[in-house]
Nanobody, 123 residues
Framework: QVQLVESGGGLVQAGGSLRLSCAAS???????MGWFRQAPGKDRQFVAV???????TYADSVKGRFTVSRDNAKNTLYLEMNNLKPEDTAVYSC??????????????????WGQGTQVTVSA
């Protein structure tokens, strides 16, 4: 069992930046970890994933603006978000799985989920 707790969400103006963190309750060195987001009335959407080896994949909508990283010594996943846009407004959730995730993935590929953190970008 892996428990995940996100932090770092908030309100920011368009063009601003935020860094989300996701703390895991146990070692993450063998876990694929990802970020998803869900806006009101919409399905959960893939944002980014990072493998245990550090390979990353991003949704086209965030490429060049978001960076996913991990610090296995701290059992923590990060999402650095720059040049934020109003359409980035959503609840962001981190997810984890012991399966190797290569490329974009659906939520069903992940076993463990955090509770989510709200990101609101004003125009």
């Amino acid at each position: 069992q892996v428990q995940l707790v996100e932090s770092g969400g908030g309100l920011v103006q368009a063009g601003g930046s935020l860094r989300l963190s996701c703390a895991a309750s146990r070692g993450t060195s063998k876990i694929s970890m990802g970020w998803f987001r869900q806006a009101p009335g919409k399905d959960r959407q893939f944002v980014a994933v990072i493998t245990p080896g550090g390979r990353t994949t991003y949704a086209d909508s965030v490429k060049g603006r978001f960076t996913v990283s991990r610090d296995n010594a701290k059992n923590t996943l990060y999402l650095e978000m720059n040049n934020l846009k109003p359409e980035d407004t959503a609840v962001y959730s981190c997810a984890a799985t012991y399966s190797l995730i290569l490329g974009e993935a659906t939520p069903s590929r992940f076993t463990y989920w955090g509770q989510g953190t709200q990101v609101t970008v004003s125009a």
